[in-house]
């Protein structure tokens, strides 16, 4: 599986951006999706999941109510829109698929199945 995130940039705080993670065909509808970020000097987290067998998704506390994760299954590619950004928002935002629920909401990202190569999201003060 083969995962292309995209959509990173910088932006004002207050502003918005939307990620876009292109997947190997089939690979949305097979495995939990994730978003992760990494911000310098800290942990990577997970900022929200979706399911694969429905849209239920999971947000990290601070970006519930701002961020929002979708899909296009016809484009085999899942979202992130991003507003209200912060600059604690700042860091490099990576796309994961795993077959397990459980493991990517608990895990921090450890024992991912697959990870997309990460953009770097920029919010200046």
């Known amino acids: 599986v083969q995962l292309q995130a995209s959509g990173g940039g910088l932006v004002q705080a207050g502003g918005s951006l939307r990620l876009s993670c292109v997947a190997s065909e089939g690979a949305i509808d097979t495995y939990a999706m994730g978003w992760f970020r990494q911000a310098s000097g800290k942990e990577r987290e997970l900022v929200a999941a979706m399911k694969r067998w429905d849209d239920s998704t999971y947000y990290e506390t601070s970006v519930k109510g701002r961020f929002t994760m979708s899909r296009d299954n016809s484009k085999n590619t899942v979202y992130l829109q991003m507003n209200s950004l912060q600059p604690e928002d700042t860091g490099v935002y990576y796309c994961?698929?795993?077959?397990?629920?459980?493991?990517?909401?608990?895990?921090?990202?450890?024992?991912?199945?697959?990870w997309g190569k990460g953009t770097l999201v920029t919010v200046s003060s």
């Open positions: 994961a698929a795993d077959r397990n629920w459980g493991r990517m909401v608990v895990g921090g990202g450890d024992g991912m199945d697959y």
